[in-house]
């Protein structure tokens, strides 16, 4: 089933991120063999869409460290300490879009901005699928995007690791980001 066809009118304007709809979530290697995932449950964010001219578009997010959830309470706890997140000092984690170009094809588009983690700020390039727009049945117009990016964690100060007796390390170094997001237009 395809969603109705929005005008480039109807997309721009400002859309708030459903949370209830929307998945802010993460991967990372483990015990080189396997891979863990987990999500943040909260997390806030505001787009500013522009239909006619999509790479004049913005985004930012703030998401809270401690609604980190990997289905584990004691990795949980360990991911939100010192050694991981530290959520006491660093409460949030930020994205603010800066630029946008085109992708490999006409809905998807690379979204560059910058990222807080940590209480590090890095450049970061996320890679965007823009998965329609639709009336919901509430009479809210949606529009749906999924995206990833891969980070490097020692580059925001998250170090913790262990070596293996089988060699290499428990933790990969780099997290992948994964976005599902559904936005609702409010302006």
């Known amino acids: ?10 997309l721009t304007g400002t ?31 505001t787009l500013t869409l522009d239909g006619a001219e999509p790479l004049s578009s913005s985004a930012t997010v703030t998401i809270s460290t401690a609604s980190l959830d990997t ?13 991981f997140l530290d959520v006491e000092q660093y409460p949030s984690i930020t994205f603010v879009s800066n630029s946008a170009k085109s992708g490999g094809s006409e809905t998807s ?12 700020t890095k450049p970061i390039d996320i890679e965007i699928e823009f998965g329609g727009s639709a009336k919901d049945p509430f009479g809210n117009t949606r529009a749906g995007f999924e995206g990833s990016a891969t980070i490097s964690r020692k580059e925001f100060g998250i170090t913790f690791n262990a ?20 936005a609702i237009k409010s302006v």
């Not at 289905?71 to 050694?83: I, T």
């Not at 588009?109 to 590090?120: A, C, E, P, Q």
């Open 1 to 10: 089933m395809t969603s109705p066809t929005i005008t480039p009118d109807e």
């Open 71 to 83: 289905g584990n309470a004691d990795r949980d706890g360990h991911v939100r300490s010192a050694d």
């Open 109 to 120: 588009f690379v979204l560059s901005g910058d990222i807080t983690v940590h209480g590090v």
């Open 163 to 182: 070596p293996l007796e089988s060699g290499g390390l428990l933790l990969s170094d780099k997290i992948k980001i994964e976005l599902d997001i559904s």
């Open 15 to 45: 859309w708030t991120i459903d949370p209830v709809h929307s998945r802010l979530g993460f991967a990372v290697r483990h015990a080189v063999v396997t891979t863990v995932r987990g999500s943040f449950g909260g997390f806030e964010g």
